[in-house]
Nanobody, 130 residues
Framework: QVQLVESGGGLVQPGGSLRLSCTASAFNLDYYTIGWFGQPPGKEREGVSCINSRGDNTYYTDSVKGRFTISRDHAKNTVYLQMDNLKLEDTAVYYC???????????????????????WGQGTQVTVSS
């Protein structure tokens, strides 16, 4: 059973920063596309950012472009989401998830389509508040 674990969430003031981490025990993330999704209070989960297995292709939803940076460290089996200049509307539970990505889905691949992701973590809460 694949277990993804997110960490790094917390309470931060607007304009602040957080770095989320996604790791897995007994499971190698190297060959997977990793996505970060956010679920604001009372809303549906939405794609935030995604990185392919090699780490040379990244995606961001428009609302976080220029503020969030996704990266991966293969040696640590970890994917990060650096969140800078946080805004009130970034408040959400953030989940990471694995996907076989375009290798499996080809032209049907969509980085923010949650149905194309197989394994999910339990989420970490990010609250932006003054």
């Amino acid at each position: 059973q694949v277990q993804l674990v997110e960490s790094g969430g917390g309470l931060v003031q607007p304009g602040g920063s957080l770095r989320l981490s996604c790791t897995a025990s007994a499971f190698n993330l190297d060959y997977y596309t990793i996505g970060w999704f956010g679920q604001p209070p009372g809303k549906e989960r939405e794609g935030v950012s995604c990185i392919n297995s090699r780490g040379d292709n990244t995606y961001y939803t428009d609302s976080v472009k220029g503020r969030f940076t996704i990266s991966r460290d293969h040696a640590k089996n970890t994917v990060y989401l650096q969140m800078d200049n946080l805004k009130l509307e970034d408040t959400a539970v953030y989940y990471c998830a694995t996907s076989a990505g375009s290798l499996k889905y080809g032209k049907s691949w969509s980085p923010f389509s949650s149905t194309l992701y197989d394994f999910w973590g339990q989420g970490t809460q990010v609250t932006v508040s003054s």
